[in-house]
């Protein structure tokens, strides 16, 4: 069963690096997206992508965050300079067109440490 | 008020107990209605998935969805140990964007 894929599983980054992370999303699925969740809580948007320019973003996704679908494959999550509290699970997702496409399909994350 | 409010748990139930997982919404635009499982530091699993109002059944499980109420459930039944993990309700609209909007999540223990 395809699925969406992450790298890597674990970063730890020092404060003020930048991190880059990456998702391979299900082939064909047209809708993109990356959500985080902080230890104990909720998960949260941060931004959607699709037609190759972001859909909507969250208040949490700042001048820091970027994405990128650099080509037909993969699609990028960059933090500019790290802060403490961008320590998180992020958790890229894919989603289709219609039908039962249209149910988002989680990668297993990226564990992000920031010291 | 949340948009999404999912009762907090957690849960713990005996092997072969019906459980019942509840969330309530305030957005009258969410269209679909989803249910995940996840497992500790895990990425979210797809469960279950409606659109609109009504009942969908998969094996042991039963989603519920009541858009004049705004509550949706999950009924899990014959609860088997493997069924311990973190259940996470998820909604959003027919929009573009489709971003979902996840509740708290309850944390559900089926004891042998």
């Known amino acids: 069963e395809p699925e969406v894929t992450q790298t890597p599983s674990h970063q730890v980054t020092q404060m003020g690096q930048e991190v880059i992370l990456r998702c391979v999303p299900i082939?064909?699925?047209?809708?993109f997206y990356w959500y985080r969740q902080i230890l104990g809580q909720k998960v949260e948007f941060l931004v959607s992508?699709?037609?190759?320019?972001?859909?909507?973003k969250s208040e949490i996704f700042d001048d820091q965050f970027s994405v990128e679908r650099p080509d037909g494959s993969n699609f990028t999550l960059k933090i500019r300079s790290t802060k403490l509290e961008d320590s998180a699970m992020y958790f890229c997702?894919?989603?289709?067109?219609?039908?039962?496409?249209?149910?988002?399909?989680f990668g297993p994350g990226t564990r992000l440490l920031v010291l | 008020q949340k948009e999404v409010e999912q009762d907090p748990g957690p849960l713990s139930v005996p092997e072969g107990a019906i459980v019942s997982l509840n969330c309530t919404y305030s957005?009258?635009?969410?269209?679909?209605f989803m249910w995940y499982r996840q497992y500790s530091r895990k990425g979210p699993e797809l469960l279950m998935y409606?659109?609109?109002?009504g009942n969908k059944e998969d094996g042991r499980f039963t989603a519920q969805v009541d858009k004049s109420s705004k509550y949706i459930s999950l009924f899990i039944r014959d609860s088997q140990p493997s069924d311990s993990a973190t259940y996470l309700c998820?909604?959003?609209?027919?929009?573009?964007?489709?971003?979902?909007?996840f509740g708290d999540g309850t944390t559900l223990t089926v004891k042998p």
């Open positions: 998820a909604m959003r609209a027919n929009t573009n964007a489709g971003k979902s909007t």
């Open positions: 957005n009258s635009a969410f269209q679909y």
């Open positions: 992508f699709y037609n190759n320019e972001i859909s909507e």
């Open positions: 409606t659109y609109s109002s």
């Open positions: 997702a894919s989603r289709g067109g219609q039908g039962v496409r249209e149910t988002q399909y």
């Open positions: 082939s064909n699925h047209l809708y």
